[in-house]
């Protein structure tokens, strides 16, 4: 089929899929899968492609469980479901980051900018020296080993701070003003540690 057809395609069975039809579902899958999948190649190369197809499957999938997000005034179909993989894609990525240490994948044109963009501590006893310093009490310091092991989910850090049963707006506050406090501390440290 094609683009234009395929575009023009795509715009109608959105319709559908909005009225709750099954096989527009269906449809729009397999014609969008293809599309996405070549540019994730493309914008990728190199990448695991199981990984690629994951986050192209996850794209399709966030989309059909709620169409109503898409607004065909602002973009494509395939566009919108594109940035969605991308965005998968790259916290695939970092999430292999974390997981690797600072190897991702070897020879990807995004290690780089990933190694920049999520620094990873590696726990030795240098590492384990500036805790001690940085962090003043216990929870602090169950805190920033938790950082320093990946751990973004505002509930399981403010449950180290024992904030389990506040309010989540509350438990928000709680770790963005201990995460402030400790960059603090660590950015007055610095000049002292070189």
């Excluded at 493309?42 to 399709?60: K, P, Q, Y």
């Excluded at 049963?165 to 928000?172: H, I, K, M, V």
Aim: aromatic fraction near 4%; include cysteine; proline fraction near 5%.
């Amino acid at each position: 089929m094609p683009d234009k057809q395929r575009l023009a395609r795509l715009a109608e069975l959105h319709v559908h899929v909005l009225n709750g039809d099954e096989t527009a579902r269906e449809e729009i899958a397999r014609l969008l899968v293809p599309l996405v999948q070549e540019r994730m190649r493309r914008f990728a190369r190199g990448a695991d492609a199981s990984l690629i197809e994951e986050s192209v499957h996850d794209a399709i999938l966030d989309y059909l469980f709620a169409p109503h997000s898409f607004d065909p005034s602002r973009s494509r179909l395939d566009t919108f479901v594109g940035l969605a993989a991308r965005r998968n894609l790259i916290d695939g990525l970092r999430r292999l980051h974390r997981l690797a240490g600072r190897e991702i994948v070897a020879g990807h044109p995004l290690n780089e900018t990933l190694a920049l963009a999520v620094p990873i501590a590696e726990p030795d006893d240098s590492c384990a020296a500036l805790v001690a310093v940085i962090a003043r009490s216990e929870a602090e310091r169950a805190f920033l080993n938790a950082r320093l092991d990946g751990e973004r989910r505002t509930d399981v850090l403010a449950k180290l701070l024992g904030m389990a049963d506040a309010p989540t707006s509350e438990q928000r506050r709680a770790v963005k003003r201990v995460v402030d406090r400790l960059r603090i501390r660590s950015r007055r440290l610095r000049p002292q540690l070189i």
